[in-house]
């Protein structure tokens, strides 16, 4: 499989774009050098990991094709695919909601990152329940293999983010809806 030159563009916008204002957004100075406001720090960090958390939930769904192929040929396999990929298209509905309240500096983005962290095990719980039940196989045959580590790793990582949200002068500087009027007011004048 081959990627044009046009592949290679939108990755780049999808990736440049987003670091390109978060950084910008963190060489700004604040009116009070004191004050930690905008994507700087940890926060860049998070900033980019939540950027390309939607492109990694497309791409487990386009590694997950030949699964779905082969799942359709079961008895109520075509059931189950509809309810995964439904259940994954939600998912991904949730990253970008996250998402957006997160560059539009929200105050509500820390409720959201926190119910972003509790969805995945609860996705992941519900698909291996809906699996299970379909396909009339045994939960520890839908959780064959290493099918406990990915959803295990994430929760994790996404825990350390949702205490670092919870914790950091910068963040509740960021989203506070004040301070980030303020900031966004000096960027223009």
Do not use: C
């Not at 109520?76 to 695919?81: D, P, Q, W």
């Not at 957006?100 to 926190?114: E, G, N, T, V």
């Not at 995945?120 to 519900?126: A, K, R, S």
């Amino acid at each position: 499989m081959q990627f044009s030159i046009w592949h290679w563009v939108i990755l780049l916008l999808l990736i440049g774009v987003p670091v390109f204002f978060a950084v910008r957004s963190a060489r700004r100075p604040s009116r009070n050098s004191t004050d930690l406001v905008g994507f700087g720090g940890w926060l860049l960090l998070l900033a980019i990991g939540q950027t390309l958390s939607p492109l990694r939930t497309l791409a487990e769904f386009g590694n997950s094709i030949e699964g779905y192929q082969q799942l359709m040929t079961l008895p109520n396999g075509l059931l189950a695919t509809y309810g995964e990929i439904a259940l994954l298209l939600a998912f991904l509905v949730l990253q970008l909601v996250v998402l957006i309240a997160m560059f539009r500096r929200s105050p509500r983005f820390k409720k959201l990152f926190l119910l972003q962290w509790f969805a995945i095990p609860v996705v992941f719980l519900v698909d291996v329940i809906w699996i299970s039940t379909l396909i009339k196989v045994s939960v520890s045959q839908v959780l064959a293999g290493d099918a406990l580590v990915k959803p295990i790793v994430s929760f994790v990582v996404t825990g350390i983010w949702v205490a670092y949200i919870y914790n950091s002068v910068r963040v509740r500087n960021t989203f506070d809806r004040a301070a980030a009027n303020a900031e966004i007011a000096t960027a223009f004048q």
